[in-house]
């Protein structure tokens, strides 16, 4: 069972990026950086411990994702290398093209064959891209997700990226920019508002209630505008999931991961106006 709610709360326009961040509680990173669970995981001398690292950067929408992603594509597991290659096709980046071309003719015929998969993939993104820009009415760079939750998976965080980037992707008007585009230099070139919106997983938390498991997850939004960086608005969505108290962690860490998501969905699915009241400024 999914209980969700969602809220929107406008902010003061014009409101100098430093010091709304410092009033919000957001960190003032230059740019948000990849999980350090993953990072530390890429250079693990387990392949096994590499191949879930890739498969969970390409859930994020970290910048340094792609890079990552892209360097892994040369370890010297095939394992890896598949699996980078795979993450590169659900992070959706047309950016990694030319490096996966470069690795077209790799000496593993299932790394070939992902490879492959993921150019197709990624040539049918871009192609779709041009006609959804010329439709849309704003464009939206979804800027990393942080987990606000002591010792909270990096599991959880790609969860809510790629939930995100989902709603995001299903909102009439709306197009995503990629995680390596400059929000900035696509809003000139299509003529089009940009939003930048970075995301948190502000709580996640399950218990045991009788013979169910509940999974509760709060999570939020901080909607920037451009090019002054100035806060113009928070989404925020609620939700709880419930399975089986008897489940094992595999089982439970989907119903953490499906709470995350319906928390996410609560928050952006019908954000549409929201979106768009606050790249146009009011």
Do not use: W
């Not at 809220?7 to 960190?27: I, Q, W």
């Not at 071309?101 to 593993?108: H, I, K």
């Not at 989902?166 to 990629?178: E, K, Q, S, T, W």
């Amino acid at each position: 069972m999914i209980r969700t709610t969602s809220s929107f709360r406008p902010l003061v326009l014009g409101l100098a990026l430093l010091g709304a961040m410092a009033t919000c509680g957001v960190d003032i990173d230059a740019a948000p950086a990849q999980s350090p669970e993953l990072s530390v995981r890429l250079k693990s001398s387990d392949f096994r411990v590499r191949v879930q690292a890739a498969l969970l950067l390409g859930k994020t929408s970290d910048r340094g994702a792609l890079d990552a992603l892209i360097q892994s594509l040369r370890d010297e597991s095939a394992a890896v290398r598949a699996a980078s290659a795979a993450a590169l096709g659900t992070l959706g980046d047309p950016a990694a093209l030319a490096a996966l071309r470069a690795r077209e003719n790799d000496d593993n015929a299932a790394v070939r064959r992902q490879v492959g998969v993921t150019i197709a993939k990624l040539e049918r993104t871009q192609k779709e891209q041009v006609a959804e820009r010329k439709k849309a009415r704003l464009l939206v760079k979804l800027d990393g997700m942080k987990n606000r939750v002591k010792g909270g998976a990096p599991e959880a965080v790609g969860a809510a990226a790629q939930a995100s980037r989902d709603v995001l992707r299903r909102i009439p008007g709306v197009a995503l920019l990629h995680p390596s585009e400059d929000p900035e230099a696509a809003g000139k070139a299509h003529d089009r508002p940009v939003l930048v919106v970075q995301g948190s997983i502000k709580d996640l938390s399950a218990e045991n209630s009788g013979s169910e498991y509940v999974a509760t997850a709060n999570v939020e939004f901080v909607m920037q505008s451009l090019p002054e960086y100035a806060i113009v608005g928070k989404l925020s969505g609620h939700a709880s999931v419930t399975g089986d108290a008897a489940s094992d962690g595999l089982a439970r860490s989907r119903v953490q991961d499906a709470a995350v998501g319906a928390a996410v969905d609560s928050a952006l699915a019908r954000s549409k106006d929201a979106l768009l009241r606050a790249a146009q400024g009011s």
